[in-house]
């Protein structure tokens, strides 16, 4: 057994660890929420940006979301299915994962948020046309966790719902077509059933979660858990599309994590 794979193991099984990572991201994500702030990189969706550039934005994250839980359901890619995945950009493959063993509850929400995720992708590739990019290369175990236990699928699955639902509230604001909008609220609604769902069997299962930035409120059973990922105020986390992409790329600024090569599009950079 790799060191890095203890380590993982060690990080799953052991509160103590889990803490201690906790600390060292919120460290971590301090350290560069300053230098995103200095850059002004943290400012990118307030630059002039077009509908189809923050649609293929999202379009990235789905195809993340939509692989990550067809291969833990089915033991599947989205393109043996059928689901489109050119376009634009570099195409990638899709590496790591393997189907899950879950238990009966947990195994019907996961099949339909299958479906539903698969649906953004094709939702989000008809309104783009010709004009949407194409998947690129994902890694699904860059953490090296997510399929090997129900517990690491559960951990996996509520941070890509909630990292996606402060994805669409941040990019709101910007859409200019009001139908536009509407669709795309419509998903980020979508994905906030998911994430309470997930949350609540999260908390249900009393295992505590490292947080994956400064901005994220871990679920009941960590320390300062929250059942719904929402602030004083009853108001859900935003994200910029830096802040996104932090997390997405592990903490790289053009590439790394699920996307070791980058994310296509003209949004691609933390």
Known sequence: MSMKTEALEELVGSAVSRRAFAKRTIAGAAMAAGAIATTGAGNLFAQSLTDESILNFALNLEYL???????????????????????????????????VALDANTQTVANHVTLDEQQHVRLLRGALGSSAVAKPAINLEALGLGFRTQAE??????????????????????IKNPN?????????????????????????????QPQVDNLDVPPLGSPNGRLFQVDGNGLSTVRSAAQVLTVAYGGGKSSGGFFP??????????
């Open 65 to 99: 979301e939509a692989e990550f839980y067809t291969v833990a359901t089915t033991g599947q890619r989205i393109a043996d299915l059928g689901i489109g995945i050119t376009g634009r950009g570099t195409a990638g493959a899709t590496t790591g994962g393997a189907r």
């Open 153 to 174: 699928f559960l951990a996996l699955a509520r941070a890509f719902e909630d990292l996606g639902v402060s994805a669409y509230a941040g990019a709101a604001k910007l």
């Open 180 to 208: 536009t909008l509407e669709v795309a609220a419509r998903i980020a609604l979508t994905e906030g059933q998911h994430a309470g769902v997930l949350r609540y069997l999260v908390a249900i299962a009393n295992a505590a």
């Open 261 to 270: 090569a980058g994310v296509n599009g003209d949004i691609r950079s933390a």
